[in-house]
């Protein structure tokens, strides 16, 4: 009762997923029900057939205001083996300044019979926008808004946390890099926290940490040695190139220097560490080719995993609107 | 017409009345206040038995949009939303299509005002032409045509040499110069505070210290020109804290705030309210008590609306390409009021705060009841109750965060040199 009183619009009355727009507001029962139905989706490439029926003759639209091709594949591919028709639009910027509000873009797919919308967007918010004006039996996922969230991103993190990890309760997680302008690190932290994490670890110089980051529920780190010590999951965080024009840092060198992620410092790490990045990855900005290629690196188990969490959040949405007529 | 307003409790902030007194009219004017002049008959008597009588609203920052597209409001219905909230006299800012920077903006509105009769509409100019930022306005110009004061709107001065010589100018016929203390570099594309809850909502932030910087570099030019500033709007508690130090060594600066600033905080854009977005931005619960306690001992002596009405579209796209501002004026005497209940400060304080306190700020023989005075008075109910709605908004902007908030004292009437222009249902 009390864990929906809040009025979580990504709810339905029962606490089940209607939208999937952040992690906030999501019990950790919840996310280890996605993690499941993950499970159960990311067996199916070793099988015969990789197409499940669960959302035959849906339709489901891509609706990417920032381009990414990455992804945008990733959903279309989650879609069609939920054996979904897919729609995809890139919705460049000049609509908007043709005159064509969000709002319009909106009603016009809508009127396509849509049943969910995939939503990256340039502004913080612009997910919950969508959500909170979309017809009802529409769902929402958040595929990225501004700084704010990408929650089936952090899932699939989580995902891969949970595969080579089991139990997260013992662990220690550290996020390196650009905190402030990252959507995937504000939901990977409320997910490592909401699943009961020991410790989340944030990692970086002050002009790319929030002022405001401990209430987020993390230790902040300015030295990279010192934050990685007895850590066992490190991410990495991309480095946007046009940060060094903002003045938030000098060069690409510098940046490496500090918190560039080599073996050797990995070694700060439990023995047993992985070394995980959302990418798309910087060699020898973010980390060495060494560690991004080596043994403790997940990175790419992280990218095949994601259609299998895609699949989970998109078939229970539209399970909940299937089972709760609005 | 004769008009008698009895049995009410009379509240004349100015005058250090609050007492059973009732008021009579006769055009325009307050002929008596307490017993009728020998012979008065009224045309009209108002029965404001168990209601507060004061002098109608002065509110000293109010964007009317007029001249303009009228998609956003126009004086109109602006006038009308102001009649609404008890407010008799508007000082608008500069910010209109086209921009208050030329004499016959300034006669175009007050000639469109005058002939409404609803409330009386009074001009901030431009500090600087096309409120651009580089070259002066034509101030006595402007002055002579009727502007109470200078402003350069919503878009602080970035050039600190054109900030020096305008408060020199400005200060050669003596006119305020209302600023709005905000550094555009540290603001950065921001559209919230930058605390917590933009941390956690991935809102890029506006720092405290875009305003507390600002301040300081308004007030070292203060002293160093001598001009008259008043700064509009503060958000921040350490912008308070310094205005209190100037005051205490005797720079004349003044300030106001947005009534909006002493209820809401941070917290209240959570879930992308798109109607909490303003500039400057909801700070944090600290910042907003530092404001309340400076509005409760004078340090800050005037309340406004900070009113700027949008139509729905401008409030219908995500939080940080929404457009700033709230539609205030028909909740500034209600969140005035509400200080009153949360015991902030006394009601007789408060209503000072909303009638002479801005008056006096800019010399205007407003917000106050004497005898051979304009008639402009507020009744307001403070028995009654009343539930904001946005559906029934006079302004053409329903763009308020406190629709479905309750309230206390709603107006019963407002009357605008001696004349009924709203009377409650």
């Not at chain 2, 086209?98 to 002939?115: N, Q």
Request: a negative charge; one cysteine or more.
């Amino acid at each position: 009762m009390a864990r929906h009183e809040h009025n979580n619009i990504q709810l339905d009355a029962e606490g089940r997923l209607r939208h999937f727009l952040s992690i906030e507001g999501l019990d950790r029962e919840l996310l280890t029900r996605i993690l499941d139905t993950a499970e159960s989706f990311a067996a199916l490439p070793g099988r015969p057939v990789k197409k499940v029926p669960a959302l035959r003759g849906r339709v489901i639209t891509n609706l990417f205001f920032e381009t990414s091709t990455r992804t945008r594949t990733t959903f279309e591919l989650a879609a069609k083996r939920l054996s979904a028709d897919v729609l995809n639009f890139n919705v460049s910027t000049s609509a908007t300044a043709k005159g064509e509000t969000l709002l319009d873009t909106l009603r016009n797919i809508e009127a396509m019979h849509s049943e969910m919308f995939i939503v990256r967007h340039s502004q913080s918010g612009a997910a919950h926008f969508i959500a909170r004006h979309a017809a009802p039996g529409v769902s929402v996922i958040n595929a990225g808004d501004g700084r704010h969230a990408h929650p089936t991103q952090a899932m699939l993190d989580m995902f891969t946390i949970r595969r080579h990890k089991g139990d997260f309760t013992p662990l220690r997680v550290a996020i390196v890099g650009d905190v402030l302008h990252s959507r995937v690190a504000r939901s990977q932290i409320l997910a490592l926290n909401t699943l009961g994490v020991t410790e989340v670890r944030v990692i970086g110089p002050h002009t790319l940490i929030p002022t405001e980051a401990r209430t987020l529920g993390v230790h902040v780190y300015h030295d990279l040695d010192e934050g990685l010590r007895e850590v066992d999951v490190v991410i990495m965080l991309r480095l946007q190139k046009e940060r060094m024009d903002g003045a938030l840092l000098p060069s690409e060198e510098e940046y490496f220097r500090l918190y560039g992620l080599t073996n050797e410092r990995l070694e700060r790490a439990r023995p047993d560490a992985i070394v995980m990045h959302p990418g798309p990855m910087n060699r020898g900005v973010e980390m060495d080719s060494e560690v991004a290629d080596g043994p403790r690196s997940v990175i790419l188990q992280q990218v095949s995993y994601g259609i299998a969490v895609r699949m989970a959040v998109m078939s229970m949405c539209i399970q909940t609107h299937a089972e709760s007529p609005a | 017409m004769n008009i008698s307003i009895v049995n009410g409790r009379l509240i004349d902030p100015a005058n250090d009345r609050d007492e059973p007194l009732d008021l009579h009219i006769y055009g325009q004017q307050i002929v008596a206040i307490g017993e009728p002049p020998e012979g008065f008959e009224p045309h009209e008597t108002i029965d404001a038995a168990g209601k507060i009588v004061c002098p109608g609203l002065v509110d000293i920052s109010a964007s009317l949009r007029d001249p303009g597209s009228g998609v956003k409001g126009d004086i109109d219905s602006e006038t009308r939303a102001a009649a609404r909230g008890g407010i008799t006299t508007l000082v608008c800012t500069p910010d209109t299509d086209p921009v208050i920077d030329t004499p016959a903006v300034i006669e175009l509105i007050h000639r469109t005002a005058r002939k409404l009769r609803r409330t009386r509409v009074l001009t901030t100019a431009a500090l600087t032409q096309g409120l651009k930022g580089e070259q002066l306005s034509n101030m006595a110009a402007l002055q002579a045509a009727g502007a109470v004061a200078l402003s350069n709107g919503s878009w602080p001065l970035a050039n600190t040499l054109v900030e020096r010589r305008a408060l020199e100018y400005a200060s050669t016929f003596g006119m305020t110069v209302m600023l709005r203390p905000e550094d555009q570099h540290l603001r950065a594309g921001g559209c919230a505070h930058e605390g917590a809850v933009a941390t956690r909502l991935g809102l890029p932030g506006i720092p405290a210290a875009a305003e507390t910087v600002a301040v300081a570099r308004d007030l070292a030019l203060a002293e160093h020109t001598g001009a008259r500033v008043h700064f509009h709007a503060l958000s921040a508690a350490g912008s308070v804290r310094q205005l209190r130090e100037a005051r205490s060594s005797r720079l004349d600066v003044s300030a106001d705030v947005a009534a909006h600033q002493l209820h809401l905080t941070e917290m209240d854009i959570e879930d992308f309210d798109a109607n909490c977005h303003v500039s400057p931005p909801l700070r944090t619960l600290a910042d907003r008590d530092a404001l309340r306690q400076a509005v409760a001992d004078g340090t800050i002596p005037a309340i406004c609306s900070d009113h700027q009405p949008h139509e729905q579209d401008a409030k219908e796209a995500p939080f940080p390409e929404t457009a700033p501002g709230i539609s205030g004026l028909e909740t500034l005497l209600a969140l005035t009021l509400r200080l009153v209940d949360e015991g902030v400060l006394p009601l007789r304080e408060a209503i000072a705060r909303i009638t002479c306190g801005p008056a006096d700020l800019l010399g205007l023989p407003q917000g106050r009841f004497e005898v051979g005075g304009g008639a402009d008075v507020c009744i307001f109910d403070p028995q009654a109750d009343w539930t904001m709605s946005r559906d029934a908004m006079q302004s053409e902007g329903h763009n308020s965060p406190f629709d479905g908030w309750d309230f206390s004292g709603p107006v019963t009437h407002t009357l605008f040199n001696g004349r009924l222009v709203y009377r409650r249902d």
